[in-house]
């Protein structure tokens, strides 16, 4: 198997991001996005999915942290396209159910190489975790499917905890992801009729 890795640099008038990312990693992180929640979800991301990643940005955090969340998604998106390479032996689709205290998340993917995304029951109490504005959750997670163009389904079953449930979701699409990446032997070429994904 070649190293599933990727490096990239998006450097705009409103962020400037450097990240790398491997796919068969040992979780290790190295986050500094000047968004706090941000570094926290990442961090967790990073650890559950057994990926490394390494991501600096800096952003006009002064404004409101959109720009530089929705940035970071389009980055990881890319970078996980990148990463992945033709998708021969891949098993393409990964499910997850995680718990956290009251709150239920699932996240489904098939790496398709055809972007759509679904969030169903994602209203969450309180529109803010700290200074993060929760609204955010879905911009990221939609760049983040549109650029790694996968289809990605993201439902929380219940929850009353905003905190809880967007980390609930960020540990699932980790272990969806990691399902869906892992290399099956049994697989020959590309897990697709069409030959290609």
Not at 140 to 168: C, D, P, Q
Request: charged share 25%; hydrophobic share 40%.
């Amino acid at each position: 198997m070649s190293n599933r890795v990727s490096e990239l640099k998006r450097h705009t008038n409103e962020t400037k991001i450097d990240l790398a990312f491997s796919i068969d990693g040992e979780g290790k992180a190295d986050i500094q996005t000047g968004v706090p929640f941000m570094d926290h979800m990442l961090d967790l991301f990073t650890k559950h999915g057994q990926f490394d990643l390494t991501v600096k940005a800096d952003g006009d955090t002064e404004i409101d942290d959109h720009h530089t969340t929705e940035d970071i998604g389009i980055c990881l998106g890319t970078a996980l396209k990148e990463a992945l390479g033709d998708k021969k032996g891949i098993k393409r689709y990964g499910n997850a159910f995680v718990p956290m205290d009251e709150t239920l998340a699932q996240v489904v993917v098939d790496l398709s190489n055809r972007p759509h995304f679904e969030m169903r029951g994602g209203e969450f109490p309180s529109q803010k975790v700290g200074t993060f504005d929760t609204e955010l959750v879905y911009e990221f997670l939609w760049k983040l499917a549109l650029e790694a163009r996968m289809n990605l389904h993201v439902i929380i079953h219940y929850g009353s905890n905003t905190h809880h449930m967007i980390e609930a979701v960020f540990k699932a699409l980790a272990r969806a992801l990691d399902e869906a990446t892992i290399v099956d032997p049994r697989v020959k070429g590309v897990p697709s009729t069409k030959g290609m994904l």
